[in-house]
């Protein structure tokens, strides 16, 4: 038999005992109710933060960001310091998310109830890797390296949930901004996930500097000095304030570039639910939707009017491509430009595409025995004039569940006669850029509805030559709720990316036109047919993010490898406690 050291053995003696002394065995389990509920009301104090400091709320309010995670590191702390197990830090985490994203992103239920469902339990859930990881660095490399891997473990997490088939990116923290945006002038360097850096930077500096102090103030601990507690302070209040100081000072020395064009955006306002699909309750026929647009748009043009945006799927029969000019509809927009001469027009559409064999079909076409195979694209087409062709963009970034269905689901219903056709839409890999043939300034980047929450997304239409973005949605799905709102907001972050100007139709609101420093210079109001007008200026000059990409988010990804497989190795060679 091995010997037992005497003092562990006392130290098993003692342990045996105190589980078989029938006072603690009877004693109930101690839940005092501060101790017991405290975790739950950290969670719930981040959740609401992140909550109160997002979009749509005030500006101002977007401070509440940079110690919204403050009470979610104390409660992992807290958990930490008391031997609870893995599973009961993941329950709590998991409870802060599913908070922030239920009371951030509720209204996506009105499109959709179970997807809308599916969008805050299984997007929080995505969100637990990130900070499970974080929590299990920390445990076994210790704090520091573990708050220095949490901001990298998160912003590697919203790389990768900006590009795959499931992506969500409408929490990345740097669109938190979107409301603040003349603090953030600075992403036309480093993008959007510079702010999900600053976030996290500010946060974790305030929590540390919190620690010091409350062990500080600790019975018998050593008093700090003046100058440690003013280094407290200063320290996190200077990681937020400087880029705030920093953006005022790009925003106030930005000046417009670019020569002028007029733009007119039109808003019908057409119920999606009720009015503008076949089979809806009432609905209007396309003739008289395609009536309702060209009214809009005729009686708010002036003789400097360029281009016109109509919304998403404004002309919603499922149009061949090859036959869109046979189109009835078609040709009355073309009647419409025939008349004035110098107008070109961007128009949502539902396009068709045949393909003639299995062979040159794309992953993404259907099947049909009376067409055979062929892709369903939601699409932007342009019209430059009267006469000549059109020239077309596919959406790319769809949105999962509604437009694009992850493969291997789609393989599985393949086989299931639904009596139609079902699978994702079609998309495109290239950034189309529709060029004006009269103006040789006027390049438009067509974003289609969801495509643009994406910085580096955007970006590419920049890098193939656009100066202007048009942005044509359908936000009606959303009723009037913060979606809209909200997305409304994000695009303004892409204009100080790319520094250009943005077009915005909606089919019911809001329209709006952005300039380059992120600015609303004017928008319609909600729920009414409008028409918007304005002059923008047409830059062709290239940001640093434009120019380079997106260095933060691959970056972070790299390190978050190399601190996983760090962390593995600890786990597995490291010492092992009893």
């Known amino acids: 038999m091995r010997a037992v050291h005497p003092l562990k053995e006392k130290s098993l003696l003692s342990f045996k005992e105190v589980k078989t002394s029938p006072a603690v065995a009877t004693a109930p389990r101690p839940r005092a109710g501060w101790a017991y509920w405290q975790p739950s009301l950290l969670a719930l104090l981040s959740a609401v933060l992140l909550w109160a400091g997002w979009p749509v709320h005030p500006a101002a309010m977007a401070l509440l960001l940079l110690v919204g995670w403050v009470p979610y590191l104390r409660m992992e702390q807290l958990l930490t310091r ?5 599973w009961k830090v993941f329950r709590y985490t998991y409870l802060t998310l599913v908070l922030w994203n239920a009371f951030t992103t509720w209204w996506v239920s009105y499109s959709t109830l179970g997807g809308g469902i599916a969008a805050v339990v299984l997007n929080a859930l995505l969100m637990c890797l990130p900070t499970m990881a974080f929590y299990h660095t920390k445990k076994l490399a210790g704090p520091t390296l573990g708050y220095i891997s949490l901001p990298i473990y998160w912003i590697a997490f919203e790389q990768l949930h900006l590009h795959w088939d499931l992506t969500w990116p409408w929490l990345t923290l740097g669109n938190g901004f979107a409301q603040a945006n003349s603090w953030v002038q600075w992403y036309e360097y480093t993008g959007f996930l510079g702010g999900s850096v600053w976030i996290w930077v500010v946060n974790i500096l305030a929590f540390l500097s919190l620690q010091k102090y409350a062990a500080a103030s600790r019975p ?161 087409a342009f019209l430059p004039n009267a006469s000549t062709p059109a020239n077309f963009y596919h959406k790319s970034r769809l949105v999962p569940g509604v437009e694009k269905v992850p493969p291997l689901l789609t393989k599985l219903i393949a086989n299931i006669d639904l009596g139609g056709t079902v699978g994702s839409y079609g998309s495109q890999e290239e950034r189309t850029v529709f060029r004006s043939p009269t103006d040789s300034a006027l390049w438009v980047g067509p974003l289609i509805c969801y495509e643009s929450v994406y910085g580096d997304f955007v970006a590419e239409y920049v890098k193939n030559g656009a100066t202007l973005l048009g942005i044509i949605t359908n936000d009606g799905w959303w009723s009037d709720s913060p979606g809209h709102e909200q997305h409304l907001q994000y695009a303004t972050l892409r204009a100080i990316e790319a520094r250009r100007a ?62 996983l497989g760090f962390t593995l190795v600890r786990r597995f060679t490291g010492p092992k406690t009893i």
């Open 502 to 563: 943005i077009a915005r139709s909606a089919n019911t609101g809001i329209s709006a036109f952005i300039n380059q420093k992120g600015e609303i210079t004017t928008q319609t109001d909600w729920w009414v047919p409008a028409a918007s007008r304005a002059t923008v200026q047409l830059n062709s000059e290239l940001t640093f993010y434009v120019r380079h990409g997106d260095l933060i988010g691959p970056t972070m990804q790299v390190l978050a490898g190399l601190l």
């Open 220 to 380: 018998g601990a050593p008093e700090l000095s003046r100058v440690q507690v003013q280094r407290l302070i200063l320290i996190p209040l200077l990681a937020a304030l400087l880029p705030i100081g920093l953006s005022k000072l790009i925003g106030y020395n930005y000046q417009e570039k670019g020569p002028p064009v007029e733009v007119l955006a039109i808003q019908p306002n057409i119920d999606p639910y009720q009015e503008k699909f076949q089979g809806a309750e009432n609905f209007i026929p396309i003739e008289a939707q395609v009536t309702r647009l060209i009214n809009l748009t005729t009686e708010n043009l002036t003789p400097k009017t360029r281009l016109v945006l109509w919304p998403e799927t404004s002309l919603d029969q499922a149009q061949w491509e090859n036959q869109f000019d046979a189109n009835p509809n078609t040709q009355r927009v073309r009647a419409m430009l025939a008349q004035h001469p110098n107008l070109e027009l961007i128009t949502g559409i539902t396009s068709l595409v045949a393909y003639p064999s299995k062979e040159t079909a794309s992953v993404t076409a259907r099947f049909r025995d009376d067409t055979g195979f062929y892709d369903v694209f939601n699409t932007a």
């Open 82 to 86: 008391r031997g609870a197990s893995g």
